[in-house]
């Protein structure tokens, strides 16, 4: 009879608590991400995301009491994954265009950034012209500037699902230029002498916003509400140094 006693208290002792410990659990927010844009968005030698976009995501996702499940896809792969419901959100750099801000909600803007040019050091090229085989990221910013200039069509505009890959062709000579955003570049020319980052002066600057699935304009108020937070109370500028700046090694 004892025995039957304490099983029935175990019994009630897990029923009572199990309640307790469902309400402690987060809501899942699906974050959309391509890790291949250093220092905003990578994978780390141990397997693990870095970079700011995701450390300020998930100073967001803390602040709204959300648990962060990030999805890594291709960086075209973004918005359709939105449209399609895979995700909820996505930070990765991401430009806040006009023709995309018609698929998905648009955050505030979190960052100002702008074009680079990578070409070898001994190069003739100081822009992009006619002639030259230009490499890019497929759908992001540097595509649209080198297909705007070279044509949509062209076959000199070289298409690459990551950056890294059109850097390595550059160095490798099968390439005239590469076009991507200046930080990037600083990341992706670390370990080639040979290669040197120009301005690209007639290009207007990149504003990255984080994507919300159109129509959520409760979720999209919320993080803008958490952006807004976490820049005053200077959780913003502290990751800056410690995950943009401090990639580098040096201050900016």
Do not use: H, W
Not at 203 to 210: E, G, S, T, V
């Amino acid at each position: 009879m004892k025995n039957m006693i304490k099983v029935l208290c175990v019994a009630l002792c897990l029923m009572m608590a199990l309640p307790f410990a469902m309400a402690e659990e987060k809501p899942v927010l699906k974050v959309g991400t391509n890790a291949e844009f250093a220092p905003f968005e990578y994978v780390d030698d141990e397997g693990n995301f870095g970079g700011f976009d995701m450390k300020l995501m998930a100073a967001i996702c803390e602040k709204l009491g959300y648990e962060m499940e990030i999805v890594n896809m291709e960086f075209d792969s973004l918005i359709p994954a939105l449209e399609s419901g895979k995700i909820d959100v996505s930070i990765a750099a991401i430009t806040n265009r006009p023709d995309r801000a018609e698929r998905v909600n648009f955050t505030e803007n979190y960052f100002e950034a702008y074009q680079a040019l990578i070409v070898k050091a001994d190069s003739e090229y100081t822009a992009v012209a006619a002639g030259m085989k230009v490499g890019v990221q497929q759908g992001t910013t540097g595509d649209f500037y080198a297909s705007d200039i070279l044509g949509e069509d062209s076959t000199d505009v070289v298409r690459y699902a990551k950056a890294l890959d059109a850097v390595i062709d550059l160095n490798n000579g099968r390439l005239d230029a590469v076009v991507v955003d200046v930080a990037p570049a600083q990341a992706y020319t670390a370990d080639y002498e040979g290669l040197t980052i120009l301005d690209i002066e007639d290009a207007d600057p990149d504003l990255y916003a984080i994507a919300v699935v159109k129509g959520n304009d409760e979720l999209t108020e919320a993080i803008n509400g958490a952006l807004a937070a976490l820049i005053a109370d200077g959780t913003y500028d502290a990751l800056y140094e410690s995950e943009y700046v401090g990639y580098f090694g040096a201050d900016e």
